[in-house]
């Protein structure tokens, strides 16, 4: 069965740093999160709004849903790569994340929904949707 | 439209850290992680089954799958009350769970799938289900 | 050679969670920081002038400086005790907090001294002296 | 009034996560203890011989003392140089690292004192004294 790749348009080397490592020797679950929302702000700034800017524009990035998959655990002093894949529908946009271990292992498949709140008001993200138009 | 009301088998109620606040003023997502590994492994020990004492036992109950929904946000200084309901599936023991702050309002839900690995490997989970057999 | 014992002036019952331990099954030294900001934020609370309250007031109590005599360590499944005392020198709020094991075994001196800035300048902390004047 | 310049030995770049801002928009004061944490284990590494290692081999660094003064904040978005000196006295080992803001603005300064356990005894700490003979 021919599966499609995922087409992702932004990549983050991580390495676990050991205080995220729980007493089984593998990264404690909610850290994953952590790797993921690094993922995502690194590529808006790359993407030229940086979390920064939008807090300063009184724009907040929100997470409205998390479908988390763990598929193999990381370990202390391993490393990982964290790709991200992004579409838009409405005012929700879809972050594809997933992450492997530096020779490849699948680790985790995410999908992160967020929307775009401004002064406590949900919007329809147009803000985003320009800093993010070459990748959309 | 009648809703069935899950019916939860446990319940702590967890008061939020302010350093578990980020810069919007809101709880960090990635936090709720915690709260919900804080409530299963207070239900464990409520059932006669630590997480202390699994890890003397060589069981390490791992995260499969996360689904999270992120309804309302908590603030600063807001207290909440965690619910949890159980089912198993074979192998997984999937924990529907709720948080909802003190005044009622419905904060996020989440299904959480876990396994129980015995020497790096997934077991049947029975020493859990015993631990569990009144809850299941 | 008699010791003169600490008048604490606030305890709170704390009870490690498990994300909070280690590969080597030990609370992580940077946990002790947050149970120590966990105790002085419940004792302004308490005194009542909640942290929150001071961030809505534009008041941000910062730490200048922390010394951490770590005696010994808690483990998985352990509860602590933590202690304050207080005491106001000029500008600075400096706390004396000890945490112990349930059990009254010693882990953790620790010396934190606070200021407190207003719109990022240095005050001389009369809100928080009133707040605490029954204390100091 | 001339000042000996630290001989550093060790020096890591760091770029704040937007997870480790606080409500007040610095980086709370635990997160320091992380940072530093993460420079020694790096260091060490470098070295040839990783916490990884240690923890095969049943060596567990331990923190015993921490002296830390916050000179100025680090904010949203900002990077940091993390510095280290080391000096052993008898079974300690005692780290002198500060923290610079990339534009040179002193951030922080730690004196963090560890030990060795292996197999929950204190140590004379010899492995490592033989990993770090080159900068002792």
Redesign the interface.
């Known amino acids: 069965m021919a599966t499609k790749e995922t087409d992702y348009i932004f990549e983050l080397p991580i390495k676990v740093?050991?205080?995220e490592?729980?007493?089984?020797?593998?990264v404690?679950?909610?850290?994953y999160?952590?790797y993921l929302?690094?993922t995502r702000?690194e590529f808006c700034?790359q993407a030229g709004l940086?979390?920064?800017r939008m807090?300063e524009m009184g724009l907040?990035p929100?997470?409205?849903?998390?479908?988390?998959?763990?598929i193999n655990?990381l370990?202390?002093?391993e490393s990982m790569v964290s790709k991200l894949a992004l579409c838009r529908k409405g005012a929700r946009f879809i972050f594809q994340q997933d992450i492997y271990r530096a020779d490849g292992l699948p680790i985790l498949k995410a999908t992160i929904t967020c929307v775009c709140v401004e002064g406590g008001r949900l919007t329809r993200g147009d803000a985003l949707a320009e800093a993010f138009k070459e990748y959309l």
């Open positions: 740093r050991d205080y490592i729980d007493v089984e020797g593998i404690n679950n909610a850290n999160l952590h929302e690094l702000h700034e940086s979390f920064a807090h907040a929100v997470v409205r849903h998390a479908d988390i998959e763990y655990s370990r202390i002093g």
